[in-house]
């Protein structure tokens, strides 16, 4: 239980072009989902947090209208790099939070793969 | 803001050996929780922690929160190679609020 999946596992991009990455909880239903970023040898760092049917909750310092985030469903979360730029080039990771328990599966988060995002 | 940092940031250590992180914090917590990543994956979850003392173990692995709020410590026992990889401490206030992790531990296990 507890599987989350990100898609594409990678990406490349030209400079300028937008990119979508999606988060899908496959086994369970997430009312909340988060979105990270993580640079090389570098910890997590927070982007937003996504809840379902409301607007996303922006970190300091991260721009909302560059990285549009909808989370239409229950299972599904989605990251959009607007006129991505080489500086956004990074590892993209999804989580989600399980709206309730169920056999191994608990309130915290569980993350997806990531996707690797390079723009040229 | 908070910042959780951890010790070492890097070791290598013999497959056999025990091994042993921490994890501390500028302000508390009432969760704690460990993760472990592997290159190019996303983290795992390992052991999650809910009280202050706590001792809980999952296979070889034992994580303590500590009583101050502040702090929480790993320790894998008996290391094998597929421990390999950057492990992750991660606190938070409990509920629904967020996560905030820490600056990671890598550790190499030499066969």
């Known amino acids: 239980g507890a599987v989350v999946s990100q898609h594409p596992s990678w990406v490349i991009c030209k400079s300028g072009t937008s990119v979508k990455i999606e988060c899908r909880s496959l086994d369970f239903q997430a009312t909340t989902m988060f979105w990270y970023r993580q640079f090389p040898k570098q910890s997590l760092m927070l982007m937003a947090t996504s809840n379902e049917g409301s607007k996303a909750t922006y970190e300091q310092g991260v721009e909302k209208d560059k990285f549009l985030i909808n989370h239409a469903s229950l299972t599904l979360s989605t990251l959009t790099v607007t006129s991505a730029h080489p500086e956004d080039s990074s590892f993209y990771i999804c989580s989600a939070r399980a709206t309730g328990t169920s056999g191994t599966i608990s309130y915290e988060q569980y993350f997806g793969p990531g996707t690797r995002l390079t723009v040229t | 803001g908070q910042q959780l940092n951890q010790s070492p940031q890097s070791m290598f250590i013999q497959e056999g050996e025990d091994v042993s992180m921490n994890c501390t914090s500028s302000?508390?917590?009432?969760?704690w929780l460990w993760y472990k990543q592997d290159p190019g994956e996303g983290p795992v979850l390992l052991i999650a922690?809910?009280?202050?003392?706590e001792l809980t173990s999952n296979g070889r692995l034992t994580a303590q929160f500590g009583i101050t709020r502040k702090d929480s410590f790993l320790n894998i026992s008996a290391s094998i190679p597929s421990d390999v990889g950057i492990y992750f401490c991660?606190?938070?206030?409990?509920?629904?609020?967020?996560?905030?992790f820490g600056t990671g531990t890598k550790l190499q296990v030499i066969p």
């Open positions: 302000s508390i917590f009432n969760t």
């Open positions: 991660a606190g938070s206030l409990g509920g629904y609020q967020k996560v905030t």
């Open positions: 922690l809910y009280k202050a003392g």
